[in-house]
């Protein structure tokens, strides 16, 4: 080929579509998710679960849990699918500002240690838009030393069909 015009396109895929993090989201050093993430075929259950006053609570959350439990469900599952409430348009949406619906923070720990190592939501964080920083869901979920926890991914943003 002959001389031609292009360009460089920097993207962060964090804030433009869906995306998966390990623990190295909150790490002080980096750790790449291709390091990380072995294995992207799991046993996955899908749980609807309904914000109230924009907080998936753990109690309604548990309620969803329990339910695919009592159906064995929950049998070898590896990944956690949450449906908060995919509104028709939503691919299309501009989420800056929304204070979008997020999950208390007891849901991460209970599923780490329930040995679920992915999950996956609609919303463009487990946490709340303005924490302060604390990122509270994704802490709880990686655990106090999230070191040992690189091989749990969350995916945020995830296009899940009704």
Known sequence: GGAVNFFNVSFNPH????HTETAGHITKERHSINSN?????????LLTVTP????????????QWERASSKHWLDQTESVILRTEQHEGSLLREYSNTDWPFLASEIGSFLRS????HLIIDQPSVDQEEDGGALACHRSF?????????HRTITELAHIPI
């Open 114 to 117: 329930s040995g679920i190592d």
């Open 52 to 63: 109230i006053q924009g907080v998936v609570t753990f109690d309604d959350f548990l309620v």
């Open 142 to 150: 990686w655990g106090p030393t999230p070191l040992e926890s690189l």
């Open 15 to 18: 804030a433009h579509g869906t």
């Open 37 to 45: 993430f072995k294995n992207p075929y799991t046993k996955s259950v």
